[in-house]
């Protein structure tokens, strides 16, 4: 693409995204970086600051920096992308609640939980009508969500939403993906908190989950 296409090419970013998400997934933080930032300049050359691909892009750099434990640089990241999917693509389209619960997440991360509710509820909101409850992404984000709860000592709810991902994530990923496994746990902490020992324990044993 370099080569055929140019250094500058949209589908030249694709490609630097395609290779900086497998670095990433092999855990070579380093190396994944400035291919993300590469094609996050191409993309705001080559489409414009406020494209939907340049949004991906930034997504893209800020879930990085979020793994190497940059909050404060993910950020702002997060919340331009955000701004451009509710300008481009509607305040309530799939990929601007994405965005919404990447936002959520961070601001989880980084101790403030009374500011990351109402954005896991406005992307449940969007969620919920629009890809369908069961949908794997609107389980996402209802777990996600459920380990929130538990931070703002709401285990009821929590147990409720996380048993729902649960549901959902176990009949469409399966019981070994990634995403059921951390239902599984939240459930099962969610549990714990109250004083149900006997199902978080029988929750573990069943989804091979460690000890607390």
């Known amino acids: 693409r370099e080569q055929a296409l140019g250094p500058d090419h949209p589908d030249t970013a694709r490609g630097l995204n395609s290779l900086a998400h497998l670095l990433q997934a092999q855990g070579d933080l380093p190396a994944a970086r400035p291919l993300f930032e590469r094609a996050l300049a191409i993309n705001e050359q080559a489409l414009g600051p406020d ?65 990351a509710r109402p954005l896991f509820e406005r992307a449940l909101a969007i969620a919920e009508p629009r890809l369908g409850p069961d949908h794997t992404l609107t389980a996402r984000f209802r777990s996600n969500f459920a380990r929130l709860l538990l931070t703002l000592a709401d285990p009821t709810r929590a147990a409720a939403e996380a048993e729902a991902a649960l549901a959902a994530q176990e009949a469409r990923l399966g019981p070994t993906h990634p995403w059921t496994l951390d239902s599984a746990r939240t459930t099962a902490e969610a549990y714990t908190t109250l004083n149900r020992p006997t199902e978080a324990a029988a929750l573990r044993e069943r989804f091979n989950l460690p000890p607390p």
């Open 51 to 115: 494209h939907p691909h340049t949004a991906a892009s930034l997504n893209n750099l800020a879930f990085l920096l979020q793994a190497q434990g940059d909050l404060p640089t993910a950020r702002p990241l997060f919340e331009r992308a955000l701004a451009i999917r509710e300008q481009a693509l509607g305040p309530d389209h799939p990929d601007t609640a994405v965005s919404l619960s990447n936002l959520a997440r961070l601001l989880h991360a980084q101790g403030d939980p009374a500011s």
